[in-house]
Structure formats: C-alpha cells, structure tokens
C-alpha cells in the first residue's frame, strides 16, 4: 500500500468532532484506505494510562461500523412500527440512539470472547450473529425468530452471546460465573458484561465485582449509561453518577457512547487489561436513548423534547459518523446512499417474513424445558391433556 | 366396599402375577442388603456426600465446588473435609458471603461449559439467591429456545436443626419444586446421599440438593463398588399391607421409621415409601402402593399450604379415588415460624407419636 498521509485541520465536521482532527491514507480511487481521529478524552480510575485518543479508521471497517450502525437503527424502528400494528405485543426495549456501544464494542471483541447483557438486546443479538429476520421474528413470536418464540424481545441468543436478560442486575454475576469459566477453561477470553445505568444500583454488581477482583475474573463490567433508568434520571437514583469510578478497586474508564471509535478502543483496552490476568476493568459508556424505557413510554414525562431534539442533532452516533466518513474521504455520499437503500430494502423484507413466517408448532409448548426430562410427560392445563417434552436441539454449550 | 367388590371379579392370573411381581421385589431388597452385609462400611452422611463429590470430581475436570467456608474451613458442616488438599483452590472455591452473587456465577459457568457444584450453608440462605436459581438456571434452556442448558447442582441442608430461631429452620422443597426446569433431590440416608449425589452432578439440568445438618453425623452403610441412583425413582423402604406413609428427607429415619415400629408393635403393617425426589414426583410407586393398602398418610416438615404432601394427595384421588378406603391425612410443620424454646418446637413439628396418630385415624381405629 503505498500511500501519504497529510494532516487535514481546517475541515468543517460534525459538531461532535469538531476537535478532531483526522489524519488520510489516499488510495489510487480518490478515497482514503484509512484515516485517523482524535476520539474525546477518556476518564481514567485507577489507570496510569488509558486507551489511545487518536484512532485509526480502515475504510473498510468504516463502512462495516456505517452499516451494522444503520442496521440496528432500521430495525429498532421496525419494531417500532409493528409494535404500534399490535404485531409485537408484550415488552419492547428498543436501542435507537445507543447503536454505537454494541457495534463500537463488537469490533474489537474476538471470536471467543464473551457477552451479556440486559432487556435492551435487539442490537447486541444483531452484532452477534442473529440478523434481521431473526430478531424481528422473535418479535412477532413466529419460527424464525432466534429463541423460537420462547423468548421475545428480552431474551435472544447465540454462541457467545448469553442473552438477553429481563431481571435488572442479574447479568452481572453470570457474566462474571461466564468470564470464571473462560479462565478456569485455560483461555484468554473475556466476558463483557453489560448493564444499565439503572442496574448500576443492583447490589449484585458489587457482589460480582469484588469476587471478580478478589479471583482475577476477565469480565469487563460495561454501565451503558443512557441517562435514565426507566424514568428515573441518573441523578435521582444514584449518589455518585460517576460510574466508571464506582467499582471502587476495580479500574474504570470513562468512555463517550456516541463515537463507535472511542466504544471500540476502550474496549480494546479493557480486553487486553483482562486477557493478561490483571482482573476485571468497569468501562463506563455514555449514551442516550431516544424512545421510552419501552413501548408503554412515550419517553416524555420525565425529559423535554428538546433534550432528545438537541442530542439527535449534536450527538447522534449514526450522523457523527457519517460525516467523519465523508469529511474524511472514507466514502463517498452516494455510497453511503447505497448502504441506506441497502439496509432498508433488508430490514422492509425482514419485516414481511416476520409478519408472514409461519407459526411455530404448538407442540414446542413442551420444548427445552429440560435437558434431561427424567418424567416426558409434562402436564398441561387440565388433566385431559398430558403433553409429551421436546428437544429441539443440542445446546450451544454443550459438548 | 367398591374396592373389595373390583378384587373380586379381578382375574385370578393377574393377581397371581401380581404376587409374582412381589416376590421379586422382596427378592431384591433382600439381596442387596445381602451385597451390603458383604461390602459395605459404615460411613457418616458428610462422609457420603465427599465421597460423591470427589469421585466425580476425580473424574471431570470441569466439576467445580464453590461456597461459604468449603475450603480452607473444610466446609461449615465438614463435607468438604480435605478437599481442597486434594483438588486444590481452583476447584474448591471460597465465596464471600454473597449468595446472590455466587449463585449466579455458578449459573454463569455453568452456561459456559463447566459444572458447578454450589454449596448454601444452609437453603435458608439460598432465598437471597433465588432469583438466580428460577430465573436464570431454571429457565434459560427453555428461554434461550434450546441455545443454553445449565447442569449445576445447588446444594446444603434443609429444615429445622435444633433451636436455630425461625429463619433458620425451614424447608423449600416444594417452593423449589414448583419451577419447571428444576429437579429437587432429598436423600434420606448415607446411601441415598452418595448414589443421588453422584447421579445429581452428571445430570444435564439444574439441580436442588436438599441435606439436613443434623443428619450429616447419621452413619449408614455404603458400598465400596461404585453406584448411582436414578432420579425420579421413589424407594420402597418397606414393604407394608395396611397403609402407606410418603415421606422424604430426615423425616425418614427421624420420625416414620419410629412410627412403623410403634405401629408394628400395635400389629399395623405400614408401606414406607421414600421419593428421594420431588421434582420430577415417583407418582406411580405411590398409586401402586395406594392401590394396595387403600390409605396413605404423608409426613413431611415444610408448612402445609401447598406442600408436596398437598400435590401427592391431588394425585392419589384423581389416580385411586375408588381405591381410597380413608381420606388422605398429612403430618407436616404446623402452619407457624417456627420458635426458639424446645418445647414449643417439640409442639410444632411431626414426630413418630403424631404420625402414629394419623395412621390410626385412616385405619378408623382409636388413638
């Protein structure tokens, strides 16, 4: 690759970026192969150093991140509008706003690493392996949804990825029992574990991150601070809103949800901190949503439109990086066009397979309750009908 | 009367097979207490579970035991005794008392290829952990559409132990074996404890391993040769022709073994029939036994609402209605929090005199 790199200060960007300052690598169509930003500054706790604030951005992953980005965003607004159709019924958590936390997390993950996380999951399913037809098919409740309609917009899951977790807090011990076994199995594998700034409360954090300490556990504790736990303000509800200090002994970094590039460095870093036996590293990740707590919220009673205005103008990630892109010479507009169309021709066919799949058989009532169902006879609603169990398949982590 | 006039008109092969099946059933109980005059030792209860666990232990690398005080304490009730001198502190894990959180970190691991063995020191604590064992363990299989299992075993000591104050002394067997995805294990003797224990840790699923602190000294007889027992499978203790008493647990040798010799001595002929398991329930071998002695009376210590005894007794008149010569009695807890001063626990409790009580009542005789 033979390339220059020049230094380019006077270009206007996105207000997010303004102070960035990107560095281009040209190749021979006229597009950089990469460039280089400053990411905001991280907060350290108990870190001498932290990760790096210049960054450097392949086109290709560029476009990758731009997508998976765009995607996540698509859907969630799909889900959206089948929930208003009454077609999604029960809860809905949706991720619009915070889609750089799973893609910015997901690229510096490696294939064996771990996650988990809480209620909020279309995203993380997606970045996982699980696409558009199998979320939004969970959600409608029919055969091709990913947890064959057992487990709804809460729960969804796929190798590596541990759900998808309705009670507030409890992921966090198992993401330090999945980040044990990792160790206690002899790899170097980490376990993000993700939760809110409403978990962040949970005794059961502190319960994890002091035998996650005390045994050198490779989790990384991820607070996805999107400012309000349902509709509780992170002021209103915690003392110190300083979450990527509150692990106390266990280092924290500050990190801004916004930019996908700060999310995936500071990841980086805290994987290498974990992978190398330090122990587990809090990184905490400010973010924002745009919709209510869920579908019942309009998300307005306790935060002003402006609010959500002003950070859909000033801070939101999709935006922030496509003009990055472009100011950059990542990619060219009517590229990013082609994604969009690409994206949305993907997610409007999701949504009519997800509409029109077919129903998932009544006799997976009776489905993997069970590993070993030493009685297969289960009992159903009256005594009239014996239902029989039903093994669908071999676990993903089972040998 | 329906009961006699059914026998009746019975077919007299059926009945002579019946005998039959009897026969070999006596047969087998008989040469296995002949195998153990043979090859038993007599072992305490903690000595069985150790057994259990470390033999398995020796076997899988990935079997783990985690707690309050399993390691360099030995274990509060000494099960554990030497076993982080032999498997070492990866293996046999001291927690911090957290039973939420290193519930859940059993859970964890478990979801990730290992096989935990969870030890609460008492189950009283493990209410602080529940959530992790319904919500997580019992569940995910199932909410993951088939993606995720979760074979742990939680176990420690049920119910009541000497004057421990009212939140020390209670049993969740039924809260526990309510949860679908859950199985529920009570072993009642040393043998029971090893060979359920062993079974309880190869399953593929979540199980709850209900002891008792005060039997942890019984001492029973144990083979040398290796054994399992299924779960699911209940145990007819001893065979009887008069009625049957269910039970489960330290209720066992604590109060209706007692009870069988008041009652034998009373020329009452009672069926004992341990379900070492109330998740999945041995129904048959109880209807069976119905069948037989057409009365029952269950003996357990939790409170009576919703209990197994309850469950146990929809099943018999819904399976042996015609077959039922008495209604069905319980002895259970009595329905309060149970006290400090030993009297008052001695009021509240089942015990051999109050089971004799009952067994007289469905036989219609005088107390």
Same mark, same amino acid.
């Given at each position: ?313 000033? &801070?939101?990630? +999709?935006?922030?990086?496509?003009? !990055?892109?472009? =100011? ?5 507009? $009517? #590229? *990013? ?6 994206? &949305?021709?993907? +997610?409007?066919?999701?949504?009519? !397979?997800?509409? =029109? ?5 009544? $006799? #997976? *009532? ?34 | ?367």
């Amino acid at each position: 690759m033979f390339s220059v790199t020049l230094r380019c200060l006077g270009r206007q960007v996105h207000q997010q970026n303004k102070s960035l300052a990107p560095l281009f690598t040209y190749s021979k169509n006229g597009l950089n192969t990469e460039a280089t930003f400053d990411t905001k500054p991280f907060k350290l706790h108990k870190l001498e150093e932290g990760p790096a604030t210049t960054v450097t951005l392949s086109r290709q992953d560029a476009l990758k991140y731009y997508k998976d980005m765009q995607m996540i965003r698509r859907m969630e607004t799909a889900a959206g509008n089948l929930y208003k159709e009454k077609i999604i019924r029960g809860f809905c958590h949706l991720y619009s706003g915070q889609e750089a936390c799973c893609v910015g997390m997901r690229a510096s993950m490696r294939s064996y690493d771990a996650v988990i996380t809480a209620y909020r999951a279309h995203g993380w399913t997606y970045v996982m392996g699980v696409d558009a037809v199998g979320v939004l098919a969970e959600l409608t409740g029919r055969s091709s949804g990913c947890a064959r309609g057992k487990g709804g917009s809460m729960h969804m899951y796929v190798k590596n990825f541990y759900g998808g977790n309705g009670i507030v807090g409890a992921q966090q011990p198992l993401g330090a029992g999945i980040a044990l076994a990792l160790k206690y199995q002899g790899t170097d594998g980490v376990c993000l574990t993700l939760y809110g700034d409403g978990a962040a409360n949970q005794g059961q954090l502190y319960e994890a991150m002091n035998m996650a300490q005390l045994w050198k556990l490779p989790v990384i504790f991820i607070c996805e601070n999107n400012g309000y736990g349902m509709g509780t303000s992170v002021d209103r509800a915690s003392a110190s809103t300083a979450y990527y200090t509150r692990g106390d002994y266990v280092p924290g970094i500050w990190v801004d949800g916004m930019d996908v590039l700060a999310v995936r460095e500071a990841t980086r870093f805290a994987i290498d901190h974990c992978a190398t036996g330090k122990g587990p590293m809090v990184m905490e990740v400010v973010t924002y949503r745009y919709s209510g707590h869920s579908m019942s919220d309009p998300g307005t009673s306790y935060r002003s439109r402006d609010e959500i205005q002003e950070v859909r103008q000033t &801070r939101d990630p +999709i935006t922030g990086f496509r003009e !990055r892109m472009l =100011s950059s010479d990542l990619a060219t507009a $009517d #590229e *990013l066009k082609d994604i969009d169309q690409n994206v &949305r021709q993907v +997610i409007d066919d999701a949504v009519k !397979r997800a509409k =029109s799949d077919k129903e998932i058989g009544l $006799d #997976e *009532l009776t489905a993997d309750i069970m590993s070993n169902p030493i009685d297969t006879r289960v009992r159903g609603v009256t005594a009239f009908d014996t239902l029989t169990h039903k093994r669908l398949g071999p676990a993903v982590n089972s040998p | 009367m329906r009961v006699f006039c059914q026998r009746l008109v019975s077919p007299l092969l059926s009945y002579l097979i019946m005998l039959e099946e009897y026969a070999s059933v006596v047969n087998s109980i008989l040469y296995r207490q002949f195998l153990l005059r043979r090859l038993a030792t007599k072992i305490q209860f903690r000595e069985a579970l150790r057994e259990a666990l470390s033999e398995e232990m020796r076997k899988n690398e990935k079997i783990f035991l985690m707690g309050e005080e399993v390691a360099e304490y030995n274990g509060a009730y000494k099960v554990s005794q030497g076993m982080l001198d032999e498997f070492g502190a990866k293996r046999v894990i001291d927690t911090p008392i957290a039973e939420l959180g290193f519930a859940g970190i059993g859970v964890g691991a478990a979801m990730n290829g290992l096989n935990p063995v969870i030890e609460f020191m008492t189950f009283n604590f493990s209410l602080v952990a529940i959530d992790q064992v319904i919500n997580a363990a019992a569940k995910v299989l199932s909410m993951s559409g088939g993606h995720f299992s979760c074979p742990i075993v939680f176990r420690g000591p049920t119910g009541n132990a000497g004057q421990l104050g009212a939140q020390h002394s209670q049993n969740f067997e039924n809260w526990y074996a309510n949860c679908p995805g859950l199985k529920v294990v009570i072993p009642s003797t040393p043998y029971e404890a090893k060979g359920l224990l062993k079974q309880a840790i190869n399953d593929p699923d979540p199980v709850i391993f209900m002891e008792s602190e005060v039997m942890y000294g019984d001492k029973g007889e144990v083979p040398e040769e290796e054994y399992y027992i299924p779960l699911g499978k209940a145990n007819v203790v001893k065979e009887g022709s008069d009625v049957t008493i269910v039970t489960f647990g330290k209720m066992l040798t604590r109060v209706v073994m007692p009870a069988v010799e008041l009652l034998n001595a009373e020329g009452i002929n009672a069926e004992v029939i341990d379900l070492r398991t109330v998740r999945p329930i041995d129904y048959a071998t109880v209807i069976q036994s119905v069948k037989k002695t057409n009365r029952m009376v269950f003996v357990e210590e939790a409170w009576p609402l919703g209990s197994i005894a309850t469950e146990v007794a929809f099943k018999v008149q819904k399976d042996a209605f015609d077959f039922l010569d008495a209604p069905v009695l319980r002895v259970t807890c009595a329905d309060v929090p149970l006290p400090y001063a030993p009297t008052l626990i001695a009021e509240a409790l089942p015990n051999a005199d109050k089971v004799v009580k009952a067994v007289k009542s469905v036989l219609y005789k005088e107390a």
